[in-house]
């Protein structure tokens, strides 16, 4: 073989390289952008670019000695770096979560590993000043293989580490060669089966450094405070013998705020900040420091902050915070791993926009940049380091009860001392590469590889070597009950969607770790709807620090458009791969063009920066609560008001300076409105929360949350809906009463302008037509079916057991009289499906007025034996040219009882197709609850509706059996209908995909319920 088998070597994970350091880009002299514009240093040569390469079905098929110089690579492709060959045609991409895509064989990979060869020529100028060069690699999947003008320089693996290699013996001035050789697979690849798609490539930048004969190889700084003081030490390690360091430290105008100039003592910097000013997420004050020593300068930011526990809660600064934070995958449909810094900004500012204050690297270090904006913009986060072995619990196992699978979930790899010394690497090198990050304030060593030796050896190393942060591993839960562990070095207790009922136990216990959900909320598709409750309970205790979502982008592939311009995204199974795990990869509160998903608006509301806390109507005094932990209300936001009544406004402004009291961090105060309430109609006061100023990635005035209130006044019943269709009944004027025919089947009922058609063995209107226009193509029909959302992947099966999707009508017996003017209708009916029992027994009560207005009563009763229900209402099938829609209720996202705090009440139009959610695996989509009224109007005739108690609809273009059966959302195909649900109820949505079930309070669960409901047809000609 051409090379030696280093990917199968657990004692050999790199081979020449560097030790590891500090991430920082060297220069001549000071330079103050190097985030942004790294190749502006002059040490610093990036060769990314167009690279040779060649694709390898298997690392056996690699016969030629490619990294020769002139080697003839004219049967090669280009391609470019960084890149993953998978996006490029070679291989095929694989999704899969837990399973590992080969044999479980530690530390073998298949023998027909598949392999690229790469090969770059690059000019390389000396500079006399830093003679020495190294060669930096920021991310390679899985493995990879060095040579430069022919030599071996060496062999690293850890995809998403840095591996750095002294060329200075090898490199020339002039033409050079460089080769690499990237494996699919390695023993390390057992430690990355990380919750993704599977990518292979040199998928970072590739650059080389210019670097003195002698000076600063590596620097740690610390910080700490007193009094008015920040004490900051700085650890320095030499190439070589020790020479002077110049130290300079400038705040953020530029001014110098300390110096030292000198030998290190005992290699240690220390300078001393008079009145220093902290940083946090909601403030990131950065200093600068300058190093400069021999013929180099490196220049860095410098954030002063201090995280610390006490009596189980976590402090930053002194003060409680709490994260209320997403997880954070590298992931783009176009580019796969690789990000670019544009791409990160993109993800910042969205989360800036949607009030996410953390971030966790699930479950890898990203690119070191990521951490240099996230220090700049103002995030806290929670480092992981590149290590899950999630495959060793999906074993062959007689036994595969949960108790048995935990128990030898850790035994192959995270208990296993051959694993040692491959995480302990893993930790070092996210520490040491990222420890002078201000905004990392959490350790993670890994995710879901349970526990055992090898991470108490990691924890125990993380811990001594960096004090000052916090630790975290939840998978610590996971072990061998029959051995003891040590958890000393372990600071949190974390735990993945847990019931809030769990949450309130462990604080029950006075546990002393602070509670951290580093998942919940699982944003599935149509997701995730339990965002407020856990925010309830993150509030109740000062013990829960917060969590994180999970997870912040769908994960796919992009393929192109369909013919009429519709993006194709792919997800796992749609490659031909095995293992994979379908669309679980697309579980994110962004789509993967970063369009965001209502999910992430919910999210944003629920983490607004204040809330209401109560409000007295008569003496107009809101009281607020400031949700921030270090900024005043004042300083941040400018609060505007909306007063509506029926969905008009009445009144709006917004608060002067002087109107708005002083609100410390977490303090409450109260202010005074000026505004009337009307009389009549359904009103509501909205609170607005808008950014004061321009901030790095917001611009003043963007609205960061609001809160609502209902108002009273003298109409006590408060219904819009009644009363405009009140309005519009009496411009009917009289009509002659309705006649009636019947035969076996049918009741014909003909009034002056309309004539409807019911079916008695149904219990459901087939027909319905109004000034000779047809109201219903199809018969109406009792609802129960939703299309299964992704949360709903549990439930759906007891669903379908159920035969929800395939339910029908029968009608029993049927009366019909016609008195005062008016058919009255009464039907005793069921809904059932083949095979199972009657679902439901339904007296439906049908009266028809001379204008031709419905009012429908249904008394439900269900058969306890059955689950939940996913909806409960009505199905009309109306003309595709009724495609406008007018309702009032909550708005103008979609919503659901869970998942409507993005939502406010008011009077919204739309048509029908922009209604529709487009989720990338089709479902449930689109609802929108609390409504008086809904009017779908279009082709000369309107149907409205309304009803004295609160209900749902969807209007939707896509019938469910359409959006339950199709797997991507471009397959998709309109019914030739507009189909409206009108819904006493749905389940709710909840996050079952990955969390705990959907709460009791939120399911269709009732045994007998009512729901009653007018529909009122109007000729708009008529109007």
Request: aromatic share 12%; net charge negative.
């Amino acid at each position: 073989m051409i090379v030696p088998k280093h990917y199968e070597n657990l004692h050999l994970l790199h081979e020449n390289t560097m030790p590891n350091r500090a991430y920082y880009i060297p220069a001549s002299q000071a330079q103050f952008d190097l985030v942004e514009h790294r190749e502006n240093s002059d040490r610093f040569k990036l060769l990314n670019g167009t690279w040779k390469f060649r694709y390898f079905d298997s690392i056996y098929d690699v016969k030629e000695e490619f990294f020769q110089e002139g080697y003839d690579t004219g049967n090669y492709d280009d391609i470019p770096v960084p890149g993953c060959f998978q996006n490029y045609g070679y291989d095929r991409h694989q999704y899969t979560n837990v399973r590992y895509p080969f044999p479980m064989d530690p530390p073998y990979v298949p023998a027909e590993n598949p392999c690229g060869t790469y090969v770059r020529h690059f000019v390389y100028e000396r500079d006399e000043n830093a003679p020495r060069a190294y060669l930096n690699f920021e991310g390679v999947d899985s493995c990879f293989y060095v040579w430069l003008n022919g030599s071996y320089v060496g062999y690293s693996q850890v995809s998403h580490a840095t591996s750095e290699f002294d060329v200075t013996g090898l490199i020339r001035e002039g033409e050079n060669t460089l080769a690499v050789l990237v494996l699919k697979w390695c023993d390390g690849s057992y430690l990355e089966d990380q919750d993704k798609f599977r990518m292979t490539g040199i998928f970072r930048d590739v650059y080389l450094l210019k670097r003195p004969e002698e000076g600063i190889f590596d620097y740690f700084f610390t910080t700490s405070r007193e009094e008015n003081q920040a004490h900051i030490q700085a650890v320095i390690t030499f190439f070589g013998k020790e020479i002077p360091v110049k130290a300079l430290v400038y705040d953020s105008n530029g001014k110098l705020a300390a110096s030292q100039e000198g030998f290190p003592q005992d290699g240690r910097l220390h300078l001393t900040i008079e009145n220093p000013v902290l940083w946090n997420a909601e403030q990131p004050y950065l200093y600068t420091l300058v190093l400069e020593c021999g013929n180099e300068v490196i220049v860095d930011c410098l954030g002063i902050r201090e995280i610390t526990i006490r009596d189980g809660v976590v402090y930053l600064n002194g003060e409680k915070i709490k994260f209320h934070g997403v997880n954070r995958h590298d992931s783009d449909p176009v580019t796969g791993f690789v990000i670019s810094l544009e791409q990160m900004k993109k993800d910042l500012r969205l989360m800036k926009e949607h009030n996410v204050n953390a971030i966790r690297t699930s479950h890898y270090p990203n690119r070191p940049q990521f951490y240099q904006l996230c220090d700049e913009y103002g995030f806290y986060v929670i480092d992981e380091a590149d290590n899950e072995s999630h495959g060793t619990n999906s074993v062959y196992m007689d036994d595969n009860s949960t108790e048995a699978v935990h128990e030898r979930w850790n035994r192959a790899i995270a208990d296993n001392p051959e694993f040692t010394q491959a995480t302990v690497d893993r930790a070092k090198l996210l520490v040491e590469r990222d420890k002078n990050r201000p905004s990392v304030v959490i350790w993670s060593m890994g995710n879901e590889c349970a526990y055992g030796c090898t991470f108490e050896a990691a924890l125990a190393w993380t811990k001594a070597f960096d004090p000052s942060r916090l630790t975290h591993y939840e998978a610590a839960r996971y072990r061998d009950r029959n051995k003891t562990y040590d958890f000393s070095n372990l600071d949190l207790y974390s735990r993945m969607y847990p019931k809030l009922e769990e949450i309130h136990e462990y604080i029950g216990r006075n546990a002393r770790k602070p509670f951290i959900l580093c998942e919940y909320s699982h944003a599935m598709g149509n997701g995730p709807g339990d965002l407020e409750d856990y925010f309830k309970v993150f509030d109740q205790y000062d013990q829960v620090c917060g969590g994180f979502v999970w997870e912040w982008c769908d994960h796919a592939i992009y393929q192109g458009r369909t013919l009429d311009g519709k993006p194709m995204y792919l997800y796992g199974g749609d490659h031909g791969e095995y293992p994979h795990d379908g669309n679980f990869c697309m579980d994110g509160l962004v789509y993967p063009d970063r369009r965001p998903h209502t999910g992430l608006m919910e999210f944003k509301n629920v983490y607004r920066p204040a809330r209401l806390v109560s409000f007295d109507q008569e003496k107009k005094e809101l009281v607020l609560q400031n949700r921030m932990d270090f900024t005043g209300l004042k300083d941040y936001a400018v609060i505007g008001y909306e007063v509506t009544c029926d969905g008009e406004f009445t009144e709006k402004g917004i608060l002067g300076e002087g109107d708005l009291p002083e609100i410390r961090p977490h303090g409450i105060e109260s202010l005074t409105l000026d505004f009337e309430v009307p009389k009549k109609g359904k009103c509501y006061l909205k609170i607005q929360y808008l950014l004061k100023q321009n901030t790095a990635l917001l611009k003043a005035g963007s609205l960061l949350g609001f809160d609502e209130i209902l108002l009273k006044n003298e109409d006590m019943r408060n219904q819009t809906g009644v009363f405009l269709l009140k309005e519009r009944e009496t411009k009917e004027g009289e009509r002659a009463c309705p006649t009636v025919r019947e035969d076996d089947r049918y009741l014909f009922i003909d009034g002056t302008n309309f004539a409807y058609t019911y079916n008695k063995l149904t219990g459901c209107f087939e027909g319905m037509v109004l000034e000779n226009k047809i109201l219903l193509e199809r018969p109406m029909e009792y609802n129960i079916w939703r299309a299964p959302t992704d949360n709903d992947r549990y439930i759906k099966n007891k669903w379908m057991e159920a035969h929800y999707d395939r339910a029908i009508s029968r009608a029993y017996e049927t009366s019909c009289e016609v008195k005062d003017g008016q058919v009255k209708i009464s039907t005793v009916l069921s809904v059932t499906a083949a095979v199972v029992q009657k679902i439901l027994m339904i007296k439906a009560v049908w009266t028809i007025g001379k204008d031709g207005i419905l009012d429908g009563r249904l008394h439900v009763k269900r058969d306890m034996e059955f689950p939940e229900l996913p909806r409960f209402g009505l199905r009309l099938f109306l003309p595709k040219t009724m495609d406008q829609v007018t309702y009032y209720g909550l708005g103008p996202v979609e919503n659901y009882m869970d998942k409507r705090r993005a939502s406010y009440h008011g009077l919204f139009t739309s048509g029908v197709k922009e209604m529709h959610e487009d989720y990338l695996r089709p479902q449930e989509n689109g609802s929108r609850s609390d409504c008086d009224f809904v009017t779908i109007n279009g082709g000369g005739v309107s149907l409205s509706a309304v009803s004295q108690q609160a209900f749902s609809f969807n209007a939707s273009v896509y019938t469910q059996e359409e959006l339950t059966e199709k797997a991507h959302n471009f397959e998709l195909a309109p019914s030739g209908f507009t189909v409206l649900c009108l819904d006493y109820r749905q389940d709710g949505i909840g996050s079952a995909s990955c969390g705990p079930e959907l709460r009791k309070e939120y399911r269709l669960d009732d045994e007998e319920f009512v729901f009653e409901v007018r529909l009122v047809p109007v000729a708009l000609s008529h109007m």
